[in-house]
Protein backbone atom coordinates (compact mmCIF):
# COMPACT_ATOMS: atom_id res chain seq x y z
CA UNK A 1 0.00 0.00 0.00
CA UNK A 2 0.92 3.60 -0.89
CA UNK A 3 0.54 6.13 2.32
CA UNK A 4 0.76 9.53 3.29
CA UNK A 5 -0.25 10.99 6.11
CA UNK A 6 -3.24 13.71 6.54
CA UNK A 7 -4.44 15.53 10.09
CA UNK A 8 -7.79 13.41 10.08
CA UNK A 9 -6.82 10.73 8.01
CA UNK A 10 -4.60 8.45 5.81
CA UNK A 11 -4.41 8.43 2.05
CA UNK A 12 -3.98 4.95 0.91
CA UNK A 13 -3.07 3.98 -2.69
CA UNK A 14 -3.27 0.09 -3.37
CA UNK A 15 -0.23 -1.01 -5.37
CA UNK A 16 -1.47 -2.29 -8.65
CA UNK A 17 -3.32 0.99 -8.65
CA UNK A 18 0.19 2.39 -8.60
CA UNK A 19 1.41 0.06 -11.00
CA UNK A 20 -1.49 0.71 -13.33
CA UNK A 21 -0.67 4.49 -13.22
CA UNK A 22 3.06 3.76 -14.39
CA UNK A 23 1.54 1.92 -17.20
CA UNK A 24 -0.39 5.06 -18.04
CA UNK A 25 2.71 7.21 -18.05
CA UNK A 26 4.48 4.62 -19.83
CA UNK A 27 2.16 4.46 -22.70
CA UNK A 28 2.76 8.25 -22.89
CA UNK A 29 6.22 7.83 -23.61
CA UNK A 30 8.06 9.70 -26.39
CA UNK A 31 8.59 8.15 -30.06
CA UNK A 32 11.77 9.20 -30.28
CA UNK A 33 13.23 7.88 -27.06
CA UNK A 34 12.41 4.14 -27.95
CA UNK A 35 15.37 2.67 -29.31
CA UNK A 36 13.91 -0.57 -30.05
CA UNK A 37 10.16 -1.47 -31.48
CA UNK A 38 10.21 -5.37 -31.27
CA UNK A 39 9.65 -5.39 -27.26
CA UNK A 40 7.89 -2.29 -26.19
CA UNK A 41 4.38 -3.78 -25.70
CA UNK A 42 6.30 -5.76 -23.30
CA UNK A 43 8.07 -2.98 -21.59
CA UNK A 44 4.25 -1.33 -21.03
CA UNK A 45 3.12 -5.02 -19.93
CA UNK A 46 6.17 -5.08 -17.56
CA UNK A 47 5.33 -1.70 -16.11
CA UNK A 48 1.67 -1.73 -15.66
CA UNK A 49 1.60 -5.42 -14.04
CA UNK A 50 5.08 -4.89 -12.28
CA UNK A 51 2.76 -5.03 -8.72
CA UNK A 52 0.49 -6.78 -9.63
CA UNK A 53 1.74 -9.72 -6.50
CA UNK A 54 -0.11 -6.54 -4.05
CA UNK A 55 -3.31 -7.15 -5.43
CA UNK A 56 -3.74 -9.58 -2.60
CA UNK A 57 -1.62 -8.16 0.18
CA UNK A 58 -3.73 -4.78 -0.24
CA UNK A 59 -7.28 -6.74 -0.29
CA UNK A 60 -6.65 -6.55 3.36
CA UNK A 61 -4.37 -3.89 5.17
CA UNK A 62 -2.50 -4.11 8.20
CA UNK A 63 -1.65 -2.04 11.27
CA UNK A 64 1.92 -1.33 12.63
CA UNK A 65 1.38 -1.46 16.31
CA UNK A 66 5.36 -0.17 16.65
CA UNK A 67 4.55 2.80 14.07
CA UNK A 68 1.03 3.46 14.88
CA UNK A 69 -0.07 3.44 11.49
CA UNK A 70 -0.85 1.11 8.65
CA UNK A 71 2.11 -0.83 7.03
CA UNK A 72 3.26 0.72 3.81
CA UNK A 73 4.94 -1.20 0.79
CA UNK A 74 8.26 0.43 2.29
CA UNK A 75 7.72 -1.69 6.05
CA UNK A 76 5.98 -4.19 5.20
CA UNK A 77 7.29 -7.49 6.75
CA UNK A 78 10.48 -8.96 4.82
CA UNK A 79 9.57 -12.47 4.55
CA UNK A 80 5.71 -12.21 2.90
CA UNK A 81 6.68 -9.16 0.94
CA UNK A 82 8.90 -11.59 -0.45
CA UNK A 83 7.03 -14.54 -0.63
CA UNK A 84 4.58 -12.36 -3.01
CA UNK A 85 7.30 -10.58 -5.26
CA UNK A 86 8.37 -13.92 -6.38
CA UNK A 87 4.75 -14.88 -6.78
CA UNK A 88 4.15 -12.08 -8.77
CA UNK A 89 7.27 -12.23 -10.56
CA UNK A 90 6.45 -15.98 -11.69
CA UNK A 91 2.93 -15.06 -13.16
CA UNK A 92 4.46 -12.40 -14.98
CA UNK A 93 6.62 -14.78 -16.52
CA UNK A 94 4.23 -17.07 -17.20
CA UNK A 95 2.62 -14.33 -19.47
CA UNK A 96 5.67 -12.69 -20.74
CA UNK A 97 9.30 -13.78 -20.33
CA UNK A 98 10.46 -10.70 -20.72
CA UNK A 99 8.27 -8.71 -18.38
CA UNK A 100 9.13 -11.50 -16.09
CA UNK A 101 13.22 -10.75 -16.27
CA UNK A 102 12.46 -6.99 -16.18
CA UNK A 103 10.55 -7.54 -12.85
CA UNK A 104 12.60 -9.76 -11.40
CA UNK A 105 15.59 -7.11 -12.38
CA UNK A 106 13.64 -4.71 -10.45
CA UNK A 107 12.65 -6.53 -7.35
CA UNK A 108 15.88 -7.99 -7.25
CA UNK A 109 17.17 -3.81 -7.00
CA UNK A 110 15.50 -3.39 -3.87
CA UNK A 111 17.00 -6.19 -1.85
CA UNK A 112 20.96 -5.47 -2.78
CA UNK A 113 22.97 -5.13 0.00
CA UNK A 114 20.55 -6.78 2.38
CA UNK A 115 22.18 -8.98 4.78
CA UNK A 116 18.27 -10.83 5.68
CA UNK A 117 18.92 -14.39 5.06
CA UNK A 118 15.56 -14.44 2.77
CA UNK A 119 16.47 -11.78 0.85
CA UNK A 120 20.00 -12.98 -0.01
CA UNK A 121 18.03 -16.13 -1.23
CA UNK A 122 15.80 -14.13 -3.09
CA UNK A 123 18.71 -12.55 -4.62
CA UNK A 124 20.45 -15.63 -5.38
CA UNK A 125 17.12 -17.35 -6.47
CA UNK A 126 16.75 -13.93 -8.96
CA UNK A 127 19.87 -13.76 -10.52
CA UNK A 128 19.16 -17.16 -11.48
CA UNK A 129 16.02 -16.48 -12.99
CA UNK A 130 17.72 -13.60 -14.64
CA UNK A 131 20.38 -15.43 -16.16
CA UNK A 132 17.73 -18.47 -17.46
CA UNK A 133 15.76 -16.26 -19.03
CA UNK A 134 18.64 -13.93 -20.96
CA UNK A 135 19.56 -17.37 -21.87
CA UNK A 136 16.11 -18.76 -22.96
CA UNK A 137 15.46 -15.41 -24.89
CA UNK A 138 18.63 -15.52 -26.77
CA UNK A 139 19.57 -11.49 -24.57
CA UNK A 140 23.39 -12.14 -24.00
CA UNK A 141 24.88 -9.74 -26.36
CA UNK A 142 25.97 -6.57 -25.72
CA UNK A 143 23.13 -4.76 -28.00
CA UNK A 144 20.67 -7.20 -25.93
CA UNK A 145 22.07 -6.11 -22.64
CA UNK A 146 22.27 -2.74 -23.43
CA UNK A 147 18.57 -2.33 -24.22
CA UNK A 148 17.35 -4.84 -21.19
CA UNK A 149 19.50 -1.50 -19.66
CA UNK A 150 17.50 0.53 -20.51
CA UNK A 151 14.03 -0.91 -20.31
CA UNK A 152 15.09 -1.49 -16.68
CA UNK A 153 15.60 2.15 -15.98
CA UNK A 154 12.58 2.85 -17.74
CA UNK A 155 10.73 0.29 -15.30
CA UNK A 156 11.99 2.28 -12.41
CA UNK A 157 11.49 5.85 -13.78
CA UNK A 158 7.67 4.69 -14.13
CA UNK A 159 7.26 3.53 -11.20
CA UNK A 160 9.12 6.35 -9.63
CA UNK A 161 6.94 9.14 -11.43
CA UNK A 162 4.03 7.29 -10.29
CA UNK A 163 4.49 7.04 -6.26
CA UNK A 164 5.81 11.21 -6.73
CA UNK A 165 2.01 11.48 -7.51
CA UNK A 166 0.43 9.18 -4.94
CA UNK A 167 3.18 9.48 -1.87
CA UNK A 168 2.12 13.17 -1.32
CA UNK A 169 -0.64 15.69 -1.83
CA UNK A 170 -0.79 17.30 -4.76
CA UNK A 171 0.48 20.76 -4.82
CA UNK A 172 3.32 19.87 -2.40
CA UNK A 173 5.88 22.87 -2.73
CA UNK A 174 9.30 21.32 -3.56
CA UNK A 175 11.15 22.00 -0.41
CA UNK A 176 8.39 19.85 1.45
CA UNK A 177 8.51 16.90 -0.80
CA UNK A 178 9.09 13.30 0.08
CA UNK A 179 12.67 12.61 0.26
CA UNK A 180 13.27 10.54 -2.66
CA UNK A 181 11.91 13.12 -5.14
CA UNK A 182 13.42 16.35 -4.26
CA UNK A 183 16.59 16.07 -6.28
CA UNK A 184 15.16 14.88 -9.52
CA UNK A 185 14.63 10.78 -10.54
CA UNK A 186 17.37 8.44 -9.77
CA UNK A 187 17.60 7.34 -13.87
CA UNK A 188 19.64 8.98 -16.43
CA UNK A 189 18.92 8.60 -20.36
CA UNK A 190 20.93 9.47 -22.89
CA UNK A 191 18.64 12.26 -23.89
CA UNK A 192 18.53 14.24 -20.86
CA UNK A 193 22.21 14.76 -21.73
CA UNK A 194 23.83 13.63 -18.03
CA UNK A 195 21.25 15.69 -16.46
CA UNK A 196 18.45 14.20 -13.93
CA UNK A 197 14.52 13.81 -14.77
CA UNK A 198 12.96 16.76 -12.41
CA UNK A 199 9.31 16.74 -10.87
CA UNK A 200 7.61 19.88 -9.78
CA UNK A 201 4.11 20.70 -8.83
CA UNK A 202 2.87 23.70 -10.67
CA UNK A 203 -0.74 23.18 -8.44
CA UNK A 204 -2.82 20.50 -7.09
CA UNK A 205 -3.35 19.38 -10.70
CA UNK A 206 -0.44 19.96 -12.84
CA UNK A 207 3.04 18.35 -12.79
CA UNK A 208 5.95 19.60 -14.84
CA UNK A 209 8.86 17.31 -16.03
CA UNK A 210 12.43 18.77 -17.01
CA UNK A 211 13.96 17.59 -19.24
CA UNK A 212 10.27 15.33 -20.40
CA UNK A 213 10.31 11.94 -21.38
CA UNK A 214 6.81 11.86 -22.75
CA UNK A 215 5.54 12.98 -25.80
CA UNK A 216 3.31 15.81 -25.42
CA UNK A 217 1.17 17.24 -22.17
CA UNK A 218 -0.92 14.05 -20.91
CA UNK A 219 -3.69 13.48 -18.45
CA UNK A 220 -3.54 10.83 -16.19
CA UNK A 221 -5.72 9.68 -13.20
CA UNK A 222 -5.20 7.80 -9.98
CA UNK A 223 -8.01 5.31 -7.41
CA UNK A 224 -7.16 5.89 -3.50
CA UNK A 225 -9.16 5.89 -0.44
CA UNK A 226 -8.64 8.57 2.12
CA UNK A 227 -9.33 6.17 5.66
CA UNK A 228 -10.06 8.51 8.44
CA UNK A 229 -8.34 8.36 11.41
CA UNK A 230 -11.84 8.39 13.47
CA UNK A 231 -12.62 5.13 11.85
CA UNK A 232 -9.52 3.03 12.29
CA UNK A 233 -10.24 3.86 16.11
CA UNK A 234 -13.42 2.91 15.55
CA UNK A 235 -13.42 -0.20 13.64
CA UNK A 236 -9.92 -1.29 12.86
CA UNK A 237 -7.51 -0.80 9.94
CA UNK A 238 -9.47 -3.64 7.72
CA UNK A 239 -12.75 -2.72 7.98
CA UNK A 240 -12.33 1.34 7.95
CA UNK A 241 -10.20 0.93 4.78
CA UNK A 242 -13.21 -1.24 3.10
CA UNK A 243 -15.61 1.21 4.00
CA UNK A 244 -14.04 4.13 3.08
CA UNK A 245 -15.17 5.16 -0.51
CA UNK A 246 -13.13 5.07 -3.83
CA UNK A 247 -11.57 8.84 -5.24
CA UNK A 248 -10.47 9.44 -8.28
CA UNK A 249 -7.37 11.78 -8.71
CA UNK A 250 -6.71 14.02 -12.17
CA UNK A 251 -3.11 15.17 -13.00
CA UNK A 252 -1.56 16.57 -16.15
CA UNK A 253 1.67 15.69 -16.27
CA UNK A 254 3.84 18.75 -18.51
Not at 51 to 60: F, N, Q, S, V
Not at 111 to 128: D, L, R, S, Y
Amino acid sequence: MVIYEREHDWVMTPQHHHGLLSGDIVRLWNSAYISDIERWSEVIFAITQHDCCWIDLDETPLWNDRAKMPYTFIDFPLIPRLTFYKKGIDELENQSPYAGLLCSLHYHSFMIGNKEPAAVTFTKQEKARQHRLMKQLNLLTDHEEDLIKLHFQIVQFCDNLSLYLCMQEPGTPKADEFPWFKEGFPEIFSFTNGQKIIAEWLDSKQVALSPSPLASPAVVTIKLKEVTKSSIHMLGIAEAYHNAEWKERTFTLI
